[in-house]
């Protein structure tokens, strides 16, 4: 039978009319036809992931049950939401890579503790609802003990075996994948070096490389022509990957890239292709485009593997780039968390085809206005799928398909989502001869497949509320060695250890040598609130037991590091040394710091101490052990969030207290 006389046939409780409408009868569509073909050549898929990193999931791990589980369900959980394949986590280093610092494991050579942080926890649960999920590191920094401060040394390729190591000992993860330096430019003899300390420690940990952004360099797919004329560099690299290939509206892929026999992957990208602020992962601004990257990735690209920064929006908004996640949740203490459509965007293509099957590159391509497809066969050689897009169209498209090369001709499962409808099934087509037609939507994403399974989790989130005030913090409910709840920690490292000089639990900052940085490397602190507070009271005990400073920080109304190289965030700063000196000053990023006030206090050494700052309208006071140091007027900061902070040296923190 020919394909224009191919006639489709509707499942039982699904109307023909939700089938071919799509705004206008077929006969006023554009045609296309489309042969599925199970002996087409093509790359092996790799799966879709995602990047947490930069301290992109603090916040998650804090949230209360149910909601915790109902999210990762919609990250991870096969069948249900996402449906994430692919998890790469950052090698914590206790320096800020984006939106905070991520723990080490390694804080000294002898030191081993694989426990630290929230990583090692989210890989556990990724893989408690995924069993095979593919696992990936990568290193933003590092402490700065590896290599006398210098990254790229044989001690480092050290510190990223013993990562492996203590993920297979201690939680019986296996690492896939492990990387250079995020978005540094690479170095040869490092990725051999690495490649060595891997089969030293006898893991088939494979490495990536080079995770480089667009004009880094001689360019971020140098290495494909650096591994053309050094047989040793080749084989150290099983793949090359890159972040943010799109520019100018073209995927960057050289020819040198693509004949080189390596795997290659998007190994970082998002909607805005890492180009200007991230709006939103809602349809229109976020999803739909997504939708094309995913496709396009693979069309101009031959990636076979795309991963997101980040999994989930689990930060404060006053950090660097907000909105960076496929869903959202950065109020642990309400559990509201937003499913957004980029998690259903990504299910098109998870929920419908695995790690191992193959893409048919005959049966992929354009549609005739605009669009793309990307068709792929199951291992089993019967089962396929397609995902299409038609998200730059303006006009219904209608399509002829032809299924051959052995592939199935059972039903086919159809699933739609536009700014109408989100990850719904829609129609049920049976092929007659092998072949039937159907009318695609403009500004829509489609699922065509043979498999069955596929489902739209439908867990709901309570509703949200603002973070709580007053607030306190005696730490004492925290455990040991961990951080607690709703701090996020910008630089260095706040744990919770053992008072010195009184009884019960402190807060502590424990880095006392500067980390090898990624980018900009402001003073320890952490913070937490709301932006929007404008007059309020922050106070705490701190002990000084050794040289070095202590902060106290309020109406900090941004903490984006990348808007200026500075050691304090945008905010008022109350500092305190160990010889009593204080100052008290306005900070503001791309702005010369503003001393408001400054003196020198009567501070007993290794003696608990109180200091506090009030907010009322444009008046600011400050005092220490209950005594004012100053009371000044200003009006640089209207509302923002607190924050505790150190220098580069230990200091204790207890009694936090935030009042109206």
Known sequence: ??????????????????????????????????????????????????????????????????????????????????????????????????????????????????????????????????????????????PGWVGKGTLYTPEMAEYMADFIVGAKDKYGLTIGYAGIWNEKVYDAAYVKELHSALERHHLATKVVCCDEYIGQGKGQWAIADAMAVDADLKAAVDVVGVHYPLENGKITTTAEAKKSGKPLWSSEDQ???????????????????????????????????????????????????????????????????????????????????EPGWQYLDASSGYLDEAGTYVALKSPNQKDWSMVLETINAKHPQQVSFAIAGGLSTATVHVWETNGKRSFEQVAEVTPKDGAFTYTFEPESLYSLTTTTGQRKGDAKPPMPKAFPMPYGDNFESTELLRAPKYLSDQDGAFEVHPCEGRKGKCLEQVITEKPIPWGPLPDPFTLAGDVAWTDYGVASDFLLSGSGVATLMGRIDTSDVFAGDAIYPSGYILSVEQGGGWKLVSAAYKKPTVTLASGTAKLSAGQWHHFAMTFKGGQITATLDGVQLGKVSDGGHSHGMFALGTGWNRAQFDNLALTR
């Open 1 to 142: 039978m020919s394909l224009a006389g191919a006639v489709r046939s509707v499942g039982a409780g699904l109307l023909l009319a939700a089938m071919a409408g799509m705004g206008a009868p077929p006969c006023a569509a554009q045609q296309k036809a489309v042969v599925i073909d199970g002996a087409s050549a093509g790359r092996v898929f790799e799966g879709l992931g995602a990047l947490s990193a930069g301290a992109s999931s603090r916040l998650l791990i804090d949230y209360p049950e149910p909601e915790r589980s109902q999210i990762l369900d919609y990250l991870f959980k096969p069948n249900y939401g996402a449906a994430l394949q692919h998890l790469k986590v950052e090698v914590g280093g206790d320096v800020n890579s984006t939106d905070g610092s991520e723990p080490s494991h390694m804080r000294t050579k002898q030191d081993r503790d694989y426990t630290r942080g929230y990583e090692w926890w989210l890989m556990v649960e990724a893989h408690k609802r995924n069993p095979k999920i593919i696992l990936d590191i990568l290193p933003w920094g590092a």
């Open 271 to 353: 909607p805005n292709s890492g180009a200007g602020p991230i709006l939103s992962r809602t349809w229109p601004i976020g999803g739909r485009v997504l939708a094309n990257i995913y496709n396009k990735n693979y069309l101009e690209g031959a990636m076979t593997k795309t991963e997101i920064w980040s999994p989930i929006t689990s930060y404060y908004d006053t950090l660097a780039a907000p909105n960076s996640g496929l869903m959202y949740a950065n109020t642990p203490w309400s559990g509201y968390y937003d499913v957004q459509s980029t998690i259903w965007v990504t299910a098109h293509t998870t929920q419908f085809a």
